[in-house]
């Protein structure tokens, strides 16, 4: 069992950035392979950006864009998420993820935080 906590989300102007942090506890993180995933109001999840357990592979949806970086520190327990540029599109709930699968780490879930792109 893997309980993730998400933080960092707020409000923030278009073109600002934002920090997400996901802290794990209760297995061996470096099993897992983890996920950033948002869904907007009336929208589907959608999956941002996925690293590998060892954080050597990682991958983003197309509409990232070079704007978002994804990083774990396996030592520490946590999975960042930094963002850049962000625009009003990008306003929605962010969740962390994690699972065995690198194509689909979604076993476990964080409660998400709210990350708003508003002026």
């Known amino acids: 069992q893997v309980r993730l906590v998400e933080s960092g989300g707020g409000l923030v102007q278009p073109g600002g950035s934002l920090r997400l942090s996901c802290a794990a506890s209760g297995s061996i993180f470096g099993h897992y392979a983890m996920g950033w995933y948002r869904q907007a109001p009336g929208k589907a999840r959608e999956m941002v950006a996925r690293?590998?357990?060892?954080?050597?592979?990682?991958a983003y949806a197309g509409f990232v864009k070079g704007r978002f970086t994804v990083s774990r520190d396996n030592a520490e327990n946590t999975a960042d998420l930094q963002m850049n540029n962000l625009q009003p599109e990008d306003t929605a709930v962010y969740y962390c993820?994690?699972?065995?699968?690198?194509?689909?780490?979604?076993?476990?879930w964080g409660q998400g935080t709210q990350v708003t792109v508003s002026s």
């Open positions: 690293i590998s357990n060892g954080g050597r592979v990682t």
């Open positions: 993820s994690c699972g065995f699968g690198y194509y689909s780490p979604t076993d476990y």
